[in-house]
C-alpha cells in the first residue's frame, strides 16, 4: 500500500524541487497549495502547518517533514521506491552518492544563502524607497539607500553569486553522466540543483544578468525533457490554477 503523501507548495518557492522529486518516484500524491501575501511572506495557512512557515513541507502519512534536503532524502529511501527501483520502474539514484551529498549541501548552504541574501535586500530597500517601511524620507535619504543596495547587490553579492553558478557548470562540464549525482541518473544533489537553476533560465532570475553556461542548460534541458520533469512543471501549474480558480 502507498504511503499518504500531500505537498504543501507554496508559489514561488523551493518546493517547485519537490514537485520533481514526487513525479520520479511515482507514488501518487496530493498537493496543498498556499499562496504568497502581498508582502512575499507566507499566509497564515503556511504558518500552521509549518513550525517555520516555510515551503516545501510534506505529511508523510502522520509525519510531518520539513526541508528540502530532508524531503527528498526520505523519499528516496522509502521501500515502496526501492522495490520499484529493483523493478526497473524508478529510473532514479537511489544509493546517496558523494557527489549527491556535496551538492545537496552547496545547494542552500554555499549557493542559495547569497541569493536570498540578494532578495531580501532587494525587496527591502524597495519598501524603504516607496515609503512603506519609514515614512517621509527626503531625496537624498533615499539615493543613499539606493546607492547602499546597489552596491551590495551589484558590486560585492552579484560576483559571488555568479561564482556558485560558474562552479557548478564547471562540475557538470566534466561529469560523465551529465547529473549532479555523478552518474547517469539525477539524485539527491540535481533535486536540490533544480530550483535555482530553472529560476535562473526560465524563472524569476531569468533576465537578472547572470551567465548561465552550456553544460548547465543541457542539464536544465534533460531534466525538463524527462517524463517526470514535464509531469512535475505541468502539475505544479494545474495546481496553482486550481487553487486560484478556487480563491
Given at each position: 500500500m502507498s504511503p499518504s503523501i500531500t505537498l504543501h507548495h507554496l508559489n514561488v518557492s523551493r518546493s517547485d524541487r519537490i514537485f520533481w522529486a514526487l513525479?520520479?518516484?511515482k507514488l501518487p500524491y496530493d498537493v496543498q497549495v498556499h499562496f504568497r501575501l502581498p508582502t512575499r511572506s507566507a499566509p497564515p495557512s503556511l504558518q500552521a502547518v509549518s513550525p517555520l512557515g516555510r515551503a516545501p513541507a510534506l505529511m508523510l502519512n502522520d509525519k510531518l517533514l520539513t526541508e528540502s534536503a530532508y524531503i527528498i532524502h526520505t523519499l528516496l529511501s522509502l521501500p515502496e521506491v526501492k522495490a520499484a527501483a529493483e523493478k526497473g520502474e524508478v529510473d532514479v539514484q537511489l544509493e546517496t552518492t558523494e557527489d549527491d551529498l556535496f551538492w545537496g549541501h552547496?545547494?542552500?548552504?554555499s549557493q542559495l544563502n547569497l541569493f536570498q541574501a540578494g532578495a531580501i535586500i532587494g525587496a527591502t530597500s524597495q519598501g524603504w524607497l516607496q515609503?512603506?517601511?519609514v515614512p517621509g524620507l527626503s531625496d537624498e535619504e533615499k539615493k543613499g539607500i539606493e546607492k547602499y543596495s546597489g552596491w551590495l547587490l551589484n558590486a560585492y553579492l552579484k560576483p559571488q553569486q555568479?561564482?556558485?553558478?560558474?562552479?557548478?557548470?564547471?562540475f557538470l562540464a566534466k561529469s560523465k553522466g551529465g547529473f549532479f549525482s555523478g552518474t547517469d541518473k539525477p539524485g539527491e544533489g540535481d533535486f536540490m540543483m533544480f530550483f535555482l537553476i530553472n529560476s535562473l533560465i526560465v524563472g524569476g532570475r531569468k533576465d537578472?544578468?547572470?551567465?548561465?553556461?552550456p553544460s548547465i542548460k543541457k542539464w536544465h534541458e534533460t531534466v525538463l525533457a524527462r517524463p517526470a520533469g514535464m509531469k512535475a512543471v505541468q502539475r505544479l501549474k494545474d495546481e496553482e490554477e486550481k487553487a486560484k480558480s478556487k480563491i
Amino acid at each position: 500500500m502507498s504511503p499518504s503523501i500531500t505537498l504543501h507548495h507554496l508559489n514561488v518557492s523551493r518546493s517547485d524541487r519537490i514537485f520533481w522529486a514526487l513525479e520520479e518516484i511515482k507514488l501518487p500524491y496530493d498537493v496543498q497549495v498556499h499562496f504568497r501575501l502581498p508582502t512575499r511572506s507566507a499566509p497564515p495557512s503556511l504558518q500552521a502547518v509549518s513550525p517555520l512557515g516555510r515551503a516545501p513541507a510534506l505529511m508523510l502519512n502522520d509525519k510531518l517533514l520539513t526541508e528540502s534536503a530532508y524531503i527528498i532524502h526520505t523519499l528516496l529511501s522509502l521501500p515502496e521506491v526501492k522495490a520499484a527501483a529493483e523493478k526497473g520502474e524508478v529510473d532514479v539514484q537511489l544509493e546517496t552518492t558523494e557527489d549527491d551529498l556535496f551538492w545537496g549541501h552547496f545547494a542552500e548552504a554555499s549557493q542559495l544563502n547569497l541569493f536570498q541574501a540578494g532578495a531580501i535586500i532587494g525587496a527591502t530597500s524597495q519598501g524603504w524607497l516607496q515609503g512603506g517601511m519609514v515614512p517621509g524620507l527626503s531625496d537624498e535619504e533615499k539615493k543613499g539607500i539606493e546607492k547602499y543596495s546597489g552596491w551590495l547587490l551589484n558590486a560585492y553579492l552579484k560576483p559571488q553569486q555568479q561564482a556558485t553558478i560558474d562552479f557548478a557548470e564547471s562540475f557538470l562540464a566534466k561529469s560523465k553522466g551529465g547529473f549532479f549525482s555523478g552518474t547517469d541518473k539525477p539524485g539527491e544533489g540535481d533535486f536540490m540543483m533544480f530550483f535555482l537553476i530553472n529560476s535562473l533560465i526560465v524563472g524569476g532570475r531569468k533576465d537578472a544578468g547572470y551567465k548561465v553556461g552550456p553544460s548547465i542548460k543541457k542539464w536544465h534541458e534533460t531534466v525538463l525533457a524527462r517524463p517526470a520533469g514535464m509531469k512535475a512543471v505541468q502539475r505544479l501549474k494545474d495546481e496553482e490554477e486550481k487553487a486560484k480558480s478556487k480563491i
